[in-house]
């Protein structure tokens, strides 16, 4: 493993995929097949080898591994340089578990430039996987912007009827906030002397410069979460964008701002950071709160999830600002949660779209009638993301809010408000949608979810479940990390402070109780 560049074969194994299939020939039907099929053995390969990753890694230290450093711009001191610990071998995982469930969700319901559409979804993961292994700051610029181009296509082309709107407000308000992050890289690189993320995360800023900096990639940040009152163009990406487009856009899109935060705010700009936390959370309590409203008040069922995804991320934002052990293990595992119930949520509402093209939740009523194994599998779902016990929402959700509730009580109190809110708004939805007496005539001639449908959800239902009932295997791989982060944060910090309150021993059940 240690021979086998394993990082850049994951990161560019998709480009070399999307490329075979352009250059697939035949007639409109053969090379649409042709081209469902590459992808995914494609991206199921890819999943494979980044299943490796977590097989060899050393939860022990918080030292980045499968390092590959090349030299590219020598004279500029700009490397080829990739690696990952605790913290992003999750967020890689992620995304190479999600591409194959888009592309199994798209093979149906995309009917036209079928071959584009596959890659625009290869280079799209490439773009994902390079932003969270690399070490290069230049090198994480050209992957984080760049895969706005593939997802702009990707809402552009095969969206609704408003794609063109949504597709060009997600790429400004995108494209505006990363420009002040190039100009806080830029200024890094003169300042430091280097592009490399290791180096400059040694590098002490001054508090006036951090400052600074820290405005510069907040800017880029919370609009990726996206943050209140960045978020406005989520809904109308969400609502246009095809199935596997929403999958893709709150199961790992949305994660790149709390990785930015995680990866350059905390650790890089400490100071302003810990200046700036009552701002963040005064957005994220705003953002859980109205977000919440707004999406009680919501008639179509894809802007609802969009509007609790927004929710949802604003508890992810608090637990990332405790600067504590709990907060910001919840705030990461909370992300993970999201990734995979949000986007379970939106394919859930792609499998009665296909059936009765429309996504208005009055248009519903009765399903469970017609649809038993839909009912049951879109019930885990709606409790996962409600954070049920026993679920991988509420490990995170627990966890932040022991963090939060040791910082500011106020704050713990109205995001908990949140909490309600988003229990009334999900089962509003569950039962309008499944429940009630089966009366549209559209609706009885509905069947069941098949077999590539039910192919779907099961990985994501058994995630789901062990994440919320056995999350220690997960905690363990990030403990070491973030315990390293809290350090680089307060160098002052002890390790005893810092595991003041023992997570594992909570979560393992093998665990003596009387330690």
Request: proline share 4%; aromatic share 14%; hydrophobic share 55%.
């Amino acid at each position: 493993m240690s021979d086998w560049p394993i990082l850049s074969t994951i990161t560019f194994l998709p480009l070399i995929g999307a490329a075979f299939i352009l250059f697939i020939r035949g007639d409109k039907e053969t090379v649409a097949r042709n081209a469902r099929h590459l992808a995914l053995w494609t991206s199921v390969v890819t999943f494979g080898l980044s299943l490796l990753l977590i097989a060899y890694f050393d939860i022990s230290t918080a030292d980045f591994q499968y390092v590959e450093s090349v030299p590219w711009l020598s004279d500029y001191n700009i490397g080829y340089h990739l690696g990952i610990d605790g913290i992003s071998i999750f967020f890689l995982l992620l995304t190479t578990f999600l591409i194959p469930i888009c592309i199994l969700a798209s093979w149906d319901a995309i009917k036209d430039r079928v071959r584009e559409f596959m890659v625009a979804f290869l280079i799209m993961e490439t773009l994902v996987v390079g932003v969270f292994s690399s070490l290069d700051f230049l090198m994480f610029y050209i992957f984080f912007e760049g895969l706005l181009i593939p997802m702009y296509l990707i809402i552009g082309i095969w969206g609704g009827s408003r794609r063109v709107y949504s597709a060009l407000k997600f790429f400004l308000y995108t494209l505006v906030g990363s420009v002040l992050f190039l100009i806080a890289i830029l200024w890094i690189y003169l300042e430091v002397g280097t592009t490399d993320i290791p180096t400059i995360m040694q590098y002490n800023f001054s508090p006036e410069v951090q400052i600074w900096l820290w405005l510069a990639m907040f800017a880029s940040f919370a609009v990726k979460v996206p943050m209140w009152p960045f978020h406005t163009w989520l809904p109308d990406a969400h609502v246009e964008a095809p199935t596997a487009g929403s999958v893709i856009l709150a199961g790992v899109l949305l994660k790149m701002g709390g990785y930015g935060f995680l990866r350059f705010s905390l650790p890089m700009l400490p100071e302003a950071s810990e200046f700036f936390t009552p701002l963040i959370f005064t957005l994220s309590a705003i953002g859980i709160i109205y977000t919440s409203l707004v999406a009680l008040m919501q008639k179509d069922m894809k802007k609802l999830i969009a509007y609790s995804s927004v929710a949802h991320m604003g508890i992810v934002t608090i637990g990332l600002f405790t600067f504590n052990q709990q907060g910001i293990e919840g705030g990461i595992f909370q992300m993970l949660s999201h990734g995979i119930v949000s986007a379970a949520l939106f394919l859930c509402v792609g499998v009665v779209y296909d059936r009765v093209h429309t996504r208005e939740i009055s248009a519903y009523g009765g399903v469970v009638g017609r649809m038993p194994v839909y009912a049951v599998t879109f019930l885990v779902f709606t409790l996962a993301s409600i954070g049920l016990p026993g679920t991988s929402g509420f490990i995170g959700e627990m966890l932040v809010f022991v963090g939060i509730f040791k910082v500011n009580t106020w704050i713990a109190l109205l995001a908990l408000t949140g909490i309600i809110l988003g229990a009334a708004y999900m089962l509003w939805l569950y039962r309008r949608i499944i429940f009630g007496e089966l009366t549209k005539e559209n609706l009885k001639s509905m069947r069941d979810m098949n077999w590539r449908e039910i192919s779907i959800f099961v990985p994501l239902i058994a995630l789901a479940l062990l994440m919320g009932i056995y999350p220690s295997p997960f905690l363990s791989v990030l403990h070491t990390s973030v315990e390293n982060l809290l350090i680089q944060i307060n160098p002052d910090t002890t390790t005893e402070v810092l595991s003041s309150i023992d997570i594992h021993s909570i979560f393992n059940p093998a665990t003596n109780i009387d330690k």
